[in-house]
């Protein structure tokens, strides 16, 4: 603590001889730094952007002057801003924008709903929805296919309108009969590589589309759309407004998109340009390698418009997800003997994409669920390593990182890959787990964050919203407790302390991105992103943490949100 008070008299002295005063002053609280040299201080001064002073309410009143505005957090506890570090920005606007399924109990509510808005949709015209997840029903469907339901009870309340479902996960989609109807999928239709439709005993299709087959149906939705670049500008700005609020009325100060394309950046940049995002972003680009090829050295961007937009990482996918089956894995499925999962990108093409990412300088992100992909992309990872020996500090991540071979765990210290992880994903998730992988399996491997960390591995925390809210406390909490709605906790021994778990959400994911100089802890120099939460996450009661509210995000030292 000795040089801690050294580093704020120096400062506030420099205040006292006619420093320029704070613009923004937040004393008399709990303000938790997240910085291990400063610790935990009372008040912090804000000037230009940046955190320029932090210690006690006597320190920091030096800065205020007329015009600084204090906001007296009355013991409240303050805390960098959340970092999202995993989730789809222009996803959380798509899914505000169509049916929310992410509530319904039981597919007879969906059908509902479906029914509700035929009523309201033209003749014709595409019903969207997302969210659904049918382990997380209160009953089994009938009939249905692998717990899933068949298409003719939906298909009944919407025979002139197609309807596409998206599954929660994202990796799978419910489509009814008129919808493959105009895709002209039927019994015949094969299965395209990574991909599966789902079929009944007689060989009909069920409507449930695995992974890349959802692009059978999903092309003739797009192409019913006006698809002029005004109109997918015009939609895009919606998608990312919404997303921006929901953001920062959630605590988020900073975002990282896992997998835009080029127009949606290009976007991005144009209202980060115009100061219409508070949100900073950090973007994946996702696309194949032959676009990616002639395009990273354009896109490529870090800090712009006020460090509001980074473009510095690519993101691929080479396997799918647990709960529709399509991760894939060393063993078959627990529950379905005849499938390993799906591999929805070949290998050797991820390998090029790692190629161009160490020619180009860009961070590789790989989504990798099952413990195949996992040793997969650990081994693409670790080949272009050796061949690139000049990467000294490369940081590529593994996105989800879920379910890991033993063998393989010790790995991502070893080579400094980043797990990219998701508290709520364990939660939510680990109903089925079991069933799926094994008991065995899944105490070995399945969302072993302090296994990973033992190796010496970054674990960054995230939501994949709109896979899940968005919100970082349910994921803090599921992070601390591993605790099921029914009160069990999934293998407890895996659980981060909750300051581990607010490091996660705050200096790893800034460590995650090459932003830790910027952002992750209170530090005076460093960006101004603050959250002000109303309840202590840190030492109430567990069950409390999920009732603790955002009073306050944030960003830049400008208040972004403010609860009511």
């Given at each position: 603590m000795r040089g801690f008070s050294m580093t704020?008299?120096?400062?506030?002295?420099?205040?006292?001889?006619?420093?320029?005063?704070?613009?923004?002053?937040?004393?008399?609280?709990?303000?938790?730094?997240?910085?291990?040299?400063?610790?935990?201080?009372?008040?912090?001064?804000?000037?230009?952007?940046?955190?320029?002073?932090?210690?006690?309410?006597?320190?920091?009143?030096?800065?205020?002057?007329?015009?600084?505005?204090?906001?007296?957090?009355?013991?409240?506890?303050?805390?960098?801003?959340?970092i999202e570090g995993h989730g789809h920005f222009s996803g959380i606007g798509s899914a505000k924008m169509q049916l929310d399924l992410m509530h319904v109990k039981n597919w007879d509510e969906v059908i509902e709903m479906v029914k509700q808005a035929v009523t309201e949709a033209e003749p014709g015209e595409w019903i969207f929805g997302r969210g659904w997840h049918q382990e997380k029903w209160d009953k089994t469907p009938s009939p249905s296919v692998e717990g899933f339901p068949t298409h003719a009870a939906l298909s009944a309340v919407s025979p002139n309108n197609p309807v596409c479902l998206r599954h929660a996960s994202g990796h799978a989609c419910f489509f009814n009969a008129k919808a493959m109807e105009l895709a002209e999928v039927d019994a015949n239709t094969k299965n395209p590589p990574g991909g599966e439709i789902l079929k009944d005993a007689n060989g009909q299709p069920i409507g449930v589309f695995r992974e890349t087959a959802q692009g059978l149906v999903t092309r003739v939705a797009s192409a019913s759309s006006d698809d002029s670049p005004a109109a997918v500008e015009k939609r895009l700005r919606k998608q990312l407004h919404l997303a921006d609020q929901e953001c920062l009325s959630k605590g988020i100060t900073s975002f990282q998109d896992a997998g835009s394309g080029f127009a949606t950046i290009d976007v991005m940049k144009k209202m980060a340009g115009a100061g219409e995002l508070g949100v900073r972003l950090w973007v994946m680009i996702r696309t194949g390698n032959r676009a990616l090829s002639g395009n990273l050295d354009k896109y490529k961007m870090i800090g712009h418009a006020d460090d509001h937009l980074t473009v510095r990482a690519i993101k691929r996918s080479i396997d799918g997800a647990l709960g529709s089956r399509g991760a894939w894995l060393l063993e078959p499925y627990a529950d379905l003997p005849s499938s390993t999962g799906l591999n929805t990108t070949r290998v050797e093409s991820i390998a090029e994409t790692a190629?161009?990412?160490?020619?180009?300088?860009?961070?590789?992100?790989?989504?990798?669920?099952?413990?195949?992909?996992?040793?997969?992309?650990?081994?693409?990872?670790?080949?272009?390593?050796?061949?690139?020996?000049?990467?000294?500090?490369?940081?590529?991540?593994?996105?989800?990182?879920?379910?890991?071979?033993?063998?393989?765990?010790?790995?991502?210290?070893?080579?400094?890959?980043?797990?990219?992880?998701?508290?709520?994903?364990?939660?939510?998730?680990?109903?089925?787990?079991?069933?799926?992988?094994?008991?065995?399996?899944?105490?070995?491997?399945?969302?072993?964050?302090?296994?990973?960390?033992?190796?010496?591995?970054?674990?960054?925390?995230?939501?994949?919203?709109?896979?899940?809210?968005?919100?970082?406390?349910?994921?803090?909490?599921?992070?601390?407790?591993?605790?099921?709605?029914?009160?069990?906790?999934?293998?407890?021994?895996?659980?981060?302390?909750?300051?581990?778990?607010?490091?996660?959400?705050?200096?790893?994911?800034?460590?995650?991105?090459?932003?830790?100089?910027?952002?992750?802890?209170?530090?005076?120099?460093?960006?101004?992103?603050?959250?002000?939460?109303?309840?202590?996450?840190?030492?109430?009661?567990?069950?409390?943490?999920l009732n603790a509210q955002v009073e306050y995000t944030i960003v830049g030292g400008d208040i972004q949100y403010q609860r009511r």
């Open positions: 704020i008299l120096g400062l506030t002295c420099v205040a006292a001889m006619g420093q320029t005063p704070a613009d923004l002053v937040l004393r008399n609280g709990k303000i938790v730094t997240v910085d291990e040299k400063i610790g935990e201080v009372q008040a912090l001064a804000v000037r230009d952007g940046r955190i320029v002073a932090v210690g006690s309410n006597d320190d920091i009143d030096r800065h205020i002057g007329p015009a600084t505005k204090v906001i007296d957090l009355k013991g409240r506890l303050a805390i960098p801003g959340f190629r161009l990412a160490a020619a180009h300088g860009y961070q590789l992100c790989v989504h990798a669920i099952g413990d195949r992909a996992n040793r997969e992309v650990l081994d693409i990872f670790e080949r272009t390593f050796r061949a690139n020996p000049e990467m000294k500090d490369p940081r590529w991540r593994i996105e989800h990182a879920q379910h890991l071979h033993a063998d393989d765990i010790p790995r991502f210290g070893k080579l400094g890959v980043i797990a990219s992880m998701q508290g709520i994903h364990c939660t939510s998730d680990a109903p089925w787990v079991i069933a799926r992988l094994g008991r065995a399996r899944a105490e070995q491997g399945a969302y072993v964050w302090r296994k990973l960390m033992d190796s010496g591995a970054v674990v960054s925390n995230g939501t994949d919203a709109p896979v899940e809210d968005v919100d970082p406390i349910r994921s803090y909490y599921a992070t601390v407790s591993r605790r099921l709605k029914d009160g069990t906790v999934f293998f407890g021994d895996q659980r981060m302390s909750r300051m581990e778990a607010l490091k996660s959400y705050t200096i790893n994911c800034a460590q995650a991105a090459f932003e830790e100089d910027l952002k992750g802890t209170l530090t005076p120099g460093k960006l101004a992103d603050i959250v002000v939460l109303s309840k202590d996450i840190l030492t109430c009661p567990e069950p409390e943490i």
